[in-house]
Nanobody, 117 residues
Framework: QVQLVESGGGLVQPGGFLTLSCAAS????????MGWYRQAPGEQRELVAT???????NYADSVKGRFTISRDNAKNTVYLRMNSLKPEDTAVYYC???????????WGRGTQVTVSS
């Protein structure tokens, strides 16, 4: 069983920055694809960014050039650096781990990010 614990959310002004962290328990972290998703009130959950075990990244068009996903396999942790934040980035941000070899998929409980002046 894998547990994912997000941290780093909060209130920030437009144009500001935040870094989210997600600590994962369990084995084979280095092989798993890690991702960040977000869900705004009244909206569906959407992809923000993913990073494979080999370091390949993918971003939603809305965050390209502003957000950076990274991972530290020694710490079983994935990060999301968010720059130039906009009010439309306000959402609950969820960490995800995908294990294609076992078809397992796990979610964290989420961390709130609010961008407002």
């Amino acid at each position: 069983q894998v547990q994912l614990v997000e941290s780093g959310g909060g209130l920030v002004q437009p144009g500001g920055f935040l870094t989210l962290s997600c600590a994962a328990s369990g084995t084979f972290f280095r092989l798993a694809t890690m991702g960040w998703y977000r869900q705004a009130p009244g909206e569906q959950r959407e992809l923000v960014a993913t990073i494979t075990g080999s370091g390949l990244t993918n971003y939603a068009d809305s965050v390209k050039g502003r957000f950076t996903i990274s991972r530290d396999n020694a710490k079983n942790t994935v990060y999301l650096r968010m720059n130039s934040l906009k009010p439309e980035d306000t959402a609950v941000y969820y960490c995800n781990q995908d294990r294609p070899w076992s078809r397992e998929n796990y979610w964290g409980r989420g961390t709130q990010v609010t961008v407002s002046s």
